[in-house]
């Protein structure tokens, strides 16, 4: 047992899948009753680090110890019995079932060893839910409950059943105001407990009003760690954003002049409470980023502009002509272009051709009749494998022995193949390696040049604002400024992005 | 992950195991007629074939709606029920000549189709679910119109096309079942439509973000689906001579599910081969054929059929 | 803090809302089953008799049986296709096991149920294959598989004690009555108060999260498909026994009849969802349409099959707009 309380330890961890390397050598330690804010941008690494810590991913190198002790978790079972539980952002208990039997599933009171004693499951579930100042009826079926305290009863299923480590991922996402509250007071609760606390938010002003200590994770490394003290906002999301972009030039060249009338508008759109009137335009020949932490809205103010969302208000101006109802028929026709951000969900048809594929979206272009014309399918495939340099077997090649970067060239010259008149990218250079990044951005610069108005976001700051002409900052939903990149400095961005005042 | 582990196996994509789980219906079939060939008695006989192709030709058509259907990762466990429907509202439709009876019987099958498609479409209802429900509502709605009865249709002119007459040996039906085949196989090859349908299956969230009309696409697979089982159960009236609501497509589902499957259109979806369900129709017909025959027990051919299903579903789980 | 929680709840008339359509749905069959009840005691006059009620429950109680095992199955998340093929196989197995007397022509079916059952779940549970595909193959193999043993019918010469078991009554109520009634009773109470049937409701609910939280996912599963083919082959045997004979037929229909039951009953096919009582419901009221059917005697008993489609139409859309409305 270390003197200062360590109870959870990661000895220079590491974890690859494929050619991914999730994990690289990360070294990590959880004291008692501390709670630990632990940060990153999507595929930084934490969900990685966290199922290494629970045992659902075993590490390929490197130990875990528990209060001092190596210890393997060969499934999460393994981990709970161990007292290491974590509680997800999408409640994982069974919604059709009461509180007290999703607090007790697995280790329920019986009588006679057999039947389940459901009156005094339920009270003790009051009493642990009363320990905790919640006042829920065990007997409620779970779903009847709000998301909050679904979270706290996930909570106390965890404490409960003798959980030393709590790691909590996301949990105040979903919450609105009062509910991050109820949470919050619970987190102090399980701190006066001497439970120690993982806390897995995007919401940076929540881990400084909570944690005790700050850990930092970029492309599987620790890129920062230390007390909220020692770790400054400013500091910590420079270290989350990183600074990968000093490879990519600045290659976009000059902007195109202010007389350029907008091709793409945006007014007012708003969706749920994630995007909240968030108004912007793009002109032709323009670059425009759309910069914000994860969770800030960039890809939801995508979706709601491109109608596969819904949005709740607001309107969209194409090349002058207001968009009616939106949908992503329409916009397409219509002349906008969306590359989703998730390649692998939303993006690709695995089974199929990289001809099938690219010309997904203009199949009744190219047909007559109804009969599509493999003669231009195939002329379109020679056209974009040569422009955007894809890298492919031919036109059968199936689209999964394409590599990640040239998937995501098939996906853009999807969009390009419908002669847009504006493009929205979501993250077009998530997880790609280094080399096909610049081609993308190559691409995308030289579609610019040719008068086409492009919208795009990344994960990665200085990526960013290299790729772009000018930047528009999304926080908690809404526009929080705009800057010219050629003319601001990526601190004063930071400031804008740590939702500073 | 799985990308990756057959990356790193060497198997590159589809182009390995694929191919081969792709021919598997064709060997099998290829192996059970030279075996035929040598050891069956009689079965050089044309009438084997002859009778062969009268029995299939209806299992074909309700095959090629299922492979659509099964193409969009649903599924239609209605045909068989439908066949029956169809069958009994060509024999209620009598009257109006034989020619509107067919069209009456085929255009029942179609709403029955379209009306499934709504509900999967547009009430989103699993289509296990919604189908099953047809497949006892058709079935019943059937043994209702006809009173439980056999109903005997009568002789001559198209009742005679469909289920007697033959060119040299091969009925007309066949000649009819192959023409549906081409045409399917070219919807689904080349026309945008048949790419919808495939796009939807296999990833329907891409399909939609790609601007495609998933919704219609399914309708219109379910609709296409009753139709084909519509003329089906007027193929087995014809042959049957007669409508019998408690005998014609009874069953008939599973053998056009199982047919699908063995020939190569997974249950997962996103792809669909029309051809390998076809060859999985004449492998199944054959095998009863066979076992009959070679006087063995056929009931061990439906083991045997058991077997085929569940082969053939593990070659797709390992080809991914 | 315990003011904030009590801001944190959904506003009290969803709740309610929601409250009253957990009920619909829990105990819409009921409801429906004892309105059914009063109207035809009304408009038929030998509806409502002793016999009449005996009859109709006698004569549902080898569909309630296999229902059981369908509702486990499909709380699970899944379906059991293969049932009705394992009743006929097990009134063959029966019809050749009563010469060594009535346990063995109770226990081979049994058996027999299990290990397809088992087979079942293994490939399913284990190697992951769809339940619906696993058991269609099920289906026909058991089909086949009795097929073989009896083309024909096999005639019960001397059932004995083991006619007595299906045929006979206790204290004036028939033996088959009582085994539905003790069969629901005894599945009622393992799904609810034991950690098995918690199991079953919780892997059904959140396949995902039950992993997570611990519960033996592929046990259970293969557990479950056990019982239900279990199930079965018992009912097969009682039906046998019923019949005084062993026929590979006999079971035509009863999986699409129990998923029909489970559904009217109330229990959501997306699983992790049901009662017992809601699926008794829609046994006894796909039994309660048949013997109306009968008694109208002008009409076709065809009707049968065209009301029990409607039924179960109804009740997935039921089931779909209500599980809609929820959200």
New interface residues.
């Given amino acids: 047992m270390t003197g200062d309380g360590v109870v959870l330890e990661t000895r220079a961890v590491s974890k690859t899948f494929g050619a991914v390397r999730a994990l690289q050598s990360v070294s990590f330690a959880l004291r008692a009753g501390e709670v630990h804010g632990l940060a990153g941008e999507n595929g930084a690494g934490k969900s990685t680090l966290i199922k290494v810590l629970t045992g659902f991913h075993q590490p390929d190198s490197g130990e875990i110890l528990l209060a001092g002790q190596p210890v393997r978790f060969a499934d999460p079972r393994a981990s709970q019995r161990a007292g290491v539980r974590a509680v997800y952002q999408e409640i994982n208990l069974i919604p059709e079932r009461s509180v007290a039997e999703n607090m007790f599933l697995g280790d329920e009171p019986r009588r006679f060893g057999l039947l389940i004693d459901r009156r005094r499951m339920a009270e003790q579930a009051r009493e642990i839910l009363g320990r905790y100042g919640l006042d829920i009826d065990p007997r409620a079926r779970l779903a009847s409950l709000g998301l909050g305290l679904q979270q706290m009863v996930s909570i106390a299923r965890a404490v409960s059943r003798g959980a030393r480590v709590v790691i909590m991922d996301e949990p105040s996402s979903a919450l609105t105001g009062h509910e991050v509250e109820t949470l919050f007071a619970l987190v102090d609760r399980l701190r006066e407990e001497r439970i120690a606390i993982l806390f897995v938010s995007h919401r940076l002003s929540e881990c400084y009003r909570l944690c005790d200590r700050l850990t930092v994770l970029r492309d599987g490394k620790i890129a920062a760690s230390g007390t909220v003290r020692e770790l400054p906002r400013a500091e910590l999301v420079a270290a989350m954003l990183g600074r990968s972009a000093e490879i990519l030039e600045r290659g976009h060249g000059q902007a195109p002049a202010a007389a350029a009338g907008p091709v793409l508008k945006a007014e007012d759109i708003s969706w749920r409470n994630r995007v909240r009137g968030v108004t912007l335009s793009v002109r032709a020949g323009e670059v425009v980023g759309l910069a914000g932490l994860l969770g800030a809205g960039r890809t939801e103010t995508m979706k709601a502009v491109f109608g596969a969302e819904r949005p709740d208000s607001g309107r969209v101006i194409l090349g002058g002509r207001a968009m009616g109802e939106p949908s992503p028929a329409r916009s397409i026709r219509r002349g906008l272009g969306f590359l989703p951000e998730d390649r692998r969900s939303e993006g690709i048809f695995p089974k199929l051709s990289v001809r099938e594929n690219l010309t997904a979206a203009i199949l009744p272009r190219i047909a007559r009749f109804g009969f599509i014309s493999k003669r231009r399918q195939d002329a379109l495939v020679a056209r974009f494998t040569a422009e955007l340099g894809i890298k492919t077997d031919g036109p059968g090649a199936p689209i999964t022995s394409l590599s990640g970067g040239n998937q995501q060239k098939v996906l853009i010259a999807r969009c390009l193949a419908a002669e847009p008149l504006a493009l929205m990218l979501d993250d077009p250079t998530r997880g790609i390696d280094v080399g096909a990044k610049a081609e993308v951005h190559a691409v995308i610069h030289r579609q610019a040049g040719k008068g086409l108005a492009v919208l795009a976001t990344s994960s990665e700051l200085e990526e960013l604002m290299a790729l772009s002409h000018r930047l528009v900052v999304l926080s908690e939903g809404a526009v929080a400024g705009e800057r010219d990149t050629a003319e601001t400095a990526p601190g004063e961005v930071l400031d804008l992005l740590a939702g500073a005042p | 992950m799985s990308e990756a582990a057959s990356r790193r196996l060497g198997l590159g994509g589809t182009a390995g195991i694929g191919s081969l789980r792709a021919w598997s219906v064709y060997i099998a079939f290829l192996i059970l007629i030279l075996v035929d060939l040598a050891v069956t008695p009689g079965f050089r006989n044309i009438f084997v074939l002859r009778n062969l192709l009268f029995e299939a030709s209806p299992i074909i058509l309700i095959t090629l709606g299922q492979s659509l259907a099964i193409g969009t990762r649903g599924i239609d466990l209605s045909v068989g029920s439908v066949m029956g429907l169809s069958a009994a509202i060509i024999a209620l439709a009598l009257p109006a000549g034989q020619p509107l009876a067919l069209l009456a019987g085929v255009g029942a099958g179609l709403l029955v189709g379209l009306f499934n498609g709504g509900l999967i479409a547009w009430l989103e209802i699993n289509p296990l679910i919604s189908s099953l429900a047809l497949l006892v509502a058709a079935r019943g709605f059937a043994q209702a119109l006809l009173d439980g009865e056999r109903v005997s249709l009568p002789q001559g002119g198209l009742f005679d096309v469909l289920g007697v007459n033959a060119y040299g040996d091969i009925p007309v039906v066949a000649f009819i079942a192959a023409a549906v085949v081409a045409l399917v196989a070219l919807v689904v090859r080349a026309t945008t439509f048949g790419r919808y349908v495939i796009f939807v299956g296999a990833n329907r969230l891409a399909a939609e973000l790609a601007g495609m009309p998933a919704r219609r696409t399914l309708f219109l697979v379910y609709g296409i689906s009753g139709a084909l089982a519509g003329l089906a159960g007027a193929f087995a009236a014809a042959r049957l001579g007669a409508s019998d609501p408690n005998y014609i497509g009874v069953n008939f589902e599973l053998d056009a599910i199982a047919a699908a499957v063995i020939g190569g259109t997974p249950l997962s979806g996103g792809r669909i081969s029309i051809i390998g369900g076809v060859i999985g129709v004449l492998l199944l017909q054959v095998l009863d054929s066979s076992f009959i025959m070679n006087d063995i027990d056929f009931t061990y051919a439906q083991i045997l059929k058991a077997l085929f299903i569940v082969a053939a579903l593990y070659l797709q789980r390992a080809g991914g | 803090?315990?003011v904030?929680?009590?801001?944190?709840?959904?506003a009290p008339a969803s709740?309610r809302r929601?409250?009253i359509l957990?009920i619909v749905q829990a105990r819409g069959a009921i409801l429906v089953l004892i309105l059914a009840v009063i109207a035809a005691s009304i408009r038929f006059p030998a509806f409502l008799t002793a016999a009449n009620i005996a009859d109709i429950v006698t004569a549902a109680s080898f569909l309630g049986l296999v229902t059981i095992g369908q509702s486990f199955v499909i709380i699970l998340g899944g379906?059991d296709l293969a049932v009705g093929s394992m009743i006929g196989l097990g009134t063959v197995l029966a019809a050749y096991s009563v010469p060594y007397g009535w346990l063995p022509a109770l226990l081979v079916p049994a058996l027999a149920g299990a290990a397809i059952g088992l087979i079942d779940g293994l490939?399913i549970a284990r190697?992951?294959?769809?339940p619906?595909?696993?058991t269609?193959?099920?289906?026909?193999?058991v089909?086949?598989?009795a097929?073989?043993l009896a083309?024909n019918s096999l005639v019960i010469e001397h059932p004995g004690f083991f006619g007595w078991i299906a045929n006979g009554s206790v204290l004036g109520v028939g033996n088959l009555i009582w085994i539905l009634i003790l069969g629901f009773a005894i599945a009622a109470?393992a799904l609810?108060?034991?950690?098995y049937g918690?199991?079953v409701?919780?892997i059904g609910?959140?396949e995902?999260?039950?992993?997570?939280?611990?519960?033996p996912v592929i046990r259970t599963k293969i557990l479950t498909y056990m019982l239900s083919g279990t199930l079965a082959g018992l009912s097969g045997a009682l039906l046998g026994a019923h019949l005084s004979s062993g026929i590979a037929g006999a079971g035509y229909g009863y999986e699409?009849k129990s998923?029909?039951a489970a559904?009217i009953g109330g229990i959501l096919?997306?699983g992790?969802?049901g009662t017992m009582a809601g699926a008794l419901a829609g046994v006894l009221l796909l039994g309660l349409i048949e013997n109306v059917i009968n008694q109208i005697g002008t009409l076709?008993?065809?009707?049968?099959?065209?009301?029990?489609?409607?039924f179960?139409?109804i009740a997935?859309?039921a089931q779909?707009l209500l599980s809609r409305r929820?959200r």
């Fill in positions: 803090m315990s904030t929680t009590a801001e944190l709840r959904p709740e929601n409250r957990a379906f490939l190697a992951g294959m769809a619906f595909i696993v269609l193959a099920a289906l026909l193999g089909q086949g598989l097929l073989t083309k109470l609810n108060r034991t950690r918690v199991s409701f919780a609910g959140n995902e999260a039950a992993t997570m939280l611990g519960v699409l998923i029909a559904v096919l997306t992790g969802v076709s008993s065809y009707y049968q099959n065209l009301a029990s489609g409607i179960l139409l997935v859309l779909s929820k």
